[in-house]
């Protein structure tokens, strides 16, 4: 029996955080490749990509389709930012400035993989320009894990989704990081998408049409 590609990047390729599972990375990367078999336009997005877990196999499966995509990542670099309402308070180990890592360590993980780097965009989402996110997006992965991160990664590229771009969103289905998928619901509540809890709780729609 012929083995996906997923499958074969995980055999392969070692996960080097706790942050994801293997089933998490298994359904990012089969969403991700869906819209490349399909030659969904635009390039492609992580927001949040922290120490570059997730980012490695997104770049590994970018280099098996040899598709003419470039691949942008956002982080702040300076950990989470403060908690809202809609989060969970009682969850100590998910505070203010935690799962902090430098520009430095990500670039030293895809030194240490010899792949081609990602463009890299420091800041906090909503303070990045709106020029530094591409026109075109045909695949996202949001990895914001707090309310207010998911909502400001929704403001910033869902009118740049191409009709028939998926968006994966780790955590939707986590109970102990209950902002994620608030956010989700309340950005799309007027939206003509609905978004799926996928395997391992990941959050994913396919965006219905190109917005005006």
């Known amino acids: 029996m012929e083995v996906k590609t997923s499958d074969w990047l995980l055999q392969t390729t070692p996960i080097i955080s706790p942050m994801v599972t293997p089933r998490h990375i298994e359904f990012i990367l089969d969403s991700l490749e869906k819209t490349l078999v399909d030659d ?6 992580e ?7 997730t980012s490695v196999f997104i770049r590994k499966m970018l280099d098996v389709h040899k598709k003419e995509k470039k691949f942008h990542v956002y982080d702040s670099f300076e950990g989470l930012p403060k908690k809202r309402e809609e989060d969970d308070f009682s969850i100590e180990q998910y505070t203010e400035g935690s799962c ?12 240490r993989f010899q792949l081609e780097v990602p463009t890299i965009n420091s800041g906090w989402f909503s303070e990045i320009d709106n020029g530094k996110y591409p026109d075109n997006i045909s695949f996202a992965f949001f990895d914001g894990d707090f309310y207010q991160s998911i909502t400001d990664s929704f403001h910033k590229i869902y009118h740049k989704l191409s009709k028939g771009a ?3 969103v780790h955590d939707f289905g986590w109970e102990k990081l209950p902002g994620a998928k608030k956010a989700c619901e309340d950005f799309l509540r007027d939206k ?4 799926c809890e996928g395997v391992g709780g990941v959050g994913f729609f396919t965006k219905l049409e190109a917005t005006e």
Request: charged content about 20%; proline content about 0%; overall charge negative.
């Open 100 to 111: 902090r890592c430098s520009k430095d360590q990500f670039l030293r993980v895809f030194e």
């Open 166 to 168: 998926v968006v994966c």
């Open 47 to 53: 927001l949040g990509c922290n120490i570059g877990t």
């Open 192 to 195: 003509l998408e609905t978004i």
């Open 40 to 45: 969904i336009a635009g390039d492609v997005v």
